[in-house]
């Protein structure tokens, strides 16, 4: 870390501090919320959640080395800690504070409706080429992820790639309030969060509050391939599919063996690139990447060869061969265009009959029914062969997969007990739902096939 006093702490979240006055000047090695993570030097963030407490955990995190403990309450301790009203709201502007002492790096905020993690892993994995870079870990993208996020900035970092997820009103601002972007990136306005966000002019609405703390100067590049995107008044450049985008992918090709190819087009210049995921939507990623790479003087040989290096994140379009069939592992999340996206991939690989796993998508408001059957619709206009869907919700995409051989369950637990029967030798097999549907236990059950 930069140099970041508890005095600097207790000054950036206007807390009380308790202790030792002579240790104001000590620095901080770390910031974390999960006592096992503590070091010596760490400041440990008490915070109060839905499972546990962390203000249960203040001695085991002093035991670690721990130097100042930021807490809600009074802490029957003669060492050093901070007292603030709430832990939440103290860390985030501890996190700004920090992210100000950094005045000359580059800034990457990232936001969107699907597609998120995999261009920000993009992203940093061509940055890195050519600067020091410090990325959201995972998916930590919310407004206690992110602060982490940039607390845990290396003192050198040149380039910060940031992640920021968001699901109502308001928490864009203060994400951006944070993070400051230099260069703001946009993959898509879909149909997420609508419980709270109404319909997709709100979720662009909730987006593009990250151009209220942006810096003046900062760079703004969007999807021009989105409907809603394009209709942003900001000076922005644009990436997608489209030729009429200023960073465009051409000549897709999928290999369905976990590789996309296509050439990335820009300023009348062709770069061939391989990226090693599968979807060819891959290649959108791509081009956000490449545009960013541009803006930051990149050459061209750095980004082919970062885009080469791209790894996938978690449970997202992986695939998995078995004995029996492939599996495409993406069941990390879902909404109605993740979900359509993922059944196009699948309608690019070649082999032997296309099987969608499909679940319920959470949050989507009042019209979540017909946007599950426009799923369903989406499926039979496709071609799939073979649909499954599992809770309530899915019921309405199998319902409205009309020619597709389909099947419903009501659990997880009873799709695993018939799902073998339903499946024939080089399936491609799909699988994806809201996280909430734990469909991790239908992929370990396919796995064993």
């Excluded at 502007?93 to 409706?113: D, H, M, P, Q, W």
């Excluded at 993070?179 to 149909?191: H, S």
């Excluded at 979807?279 to 061209?300: F, I, P, Q, R, T």
């Amino acid at each position: 870390m930069k140099k970041f006093t508890l005095m600097d702490i207790a000054l950036a979240c206007k807390g009380e501090y308790m202790g030792d006055k002579s240790l104001l000047t000590q620095e901080i090695t770390s910031v974390v919320i999960d006592s096992r993570l503590c070091e010596k030097g760490s400041l440990f963030v008490a915070i109060k959640g839905e499972r546990t407490d962390g203000h249960l955990y203040v001695n085991k995190a002093y035991d670690l080395g721990a130097v100042c403990v930021l807490s809600e309450q009074l802490l029957p301790t003669d060492k050093p800690y901070i007292l603030v009203k709430s832990s939440t709201q103290a860390i985030k502007e501890i996190a700004e504070a920090y992210r100000k002492l950094f005045e000359n790096i580059e800034v990457v905020g990232i936001t969107g409706s699907v597609g998120k993690t995999s261009t920000k892993e993009m992203i940093a994995a061509v940055l890195s080429k050519e600067y020091v870079v410090h990325k959201t870990q995972g998916n930590f993208n919310n407004e206690l992820g992110v602060p982490l996020t940039l607390l845990a900035m290396p003192d050198d970092t040149e380039v910060a790639v940031v992640e920021m997820g968001i699901s109502g009103f308001g928490e864009m601002t203060r994400l951006s309030k944070m993070v400051r972007p230099t260069i703001c990136v946009l993959t898509n306005i879909g149909f997420c969060h609508l419980e709270n966000l109404g319909d997709r002019d709100g979720v662009l609405k909730a987006k593009t509050e990250m151009f209220t703390y942006k810096e003046d100067d900062a760079l703004i590049f969007v999807n021009g391939d989105d409907d809603k995107l394009q209709t942003i008044t900001e000076d922005k450049k644009t990436f997608g599919l489209g030729t009429d985008n200023d960073y465009y992918a051409a000549d897709i090709e999928n290999s369905g063996e976990n590789s996309v190819s296509c050439n990335l087009c820009f300023d009348g210049k062709k770069l061939a690139v391989k990226i090693p995921a599968l979807g060819s939507y891959m290649a959108v990623n791509a081009a956000a990447a490449l545009a960013v790479g541009k803006a930051l003087n990149m050459s061209d040989e750095s980004i082919v060869k970062g885009i080469a290096d791209y790894t996938t994140v978690g449970s997202r379009a992986n695939l998995i061969t078995t004995e029996l069939i492939r599996i495409i592992d993406d069941c990390y999340n879902a909404n109605p265009t993740s979900v359509k996206a993922s059944i196009d991939t699948l309608c690019g690989i070649k082999g032997g009959r296309r099987v969608a796993v499909l679940g319920d998508m959470k949050e989507l408001g009042a019209n979540e029914k017909e946007l599950h059957a426009d799923v369903g619709r989406y499926a039979a206009a496709k071609g799939l062969d073979v649909v499954i869907t599992v809770g309530s919700l899915a019921k309405n995409i199998s319902d409205n997969a009309e020619g597709v051989e389909s099947y419903h369950f009501d659990t997880v637990e009873k799709a695993v007990e018939e799902i073998d029967a339903i499946l024939h030798k080089d399936d491609i097999v799909l699988v994806k739902a809201s996280h909430s549907m734990h469909f991790e236990k239908i992929v370990e059950f396919l796995k064993e096939l």
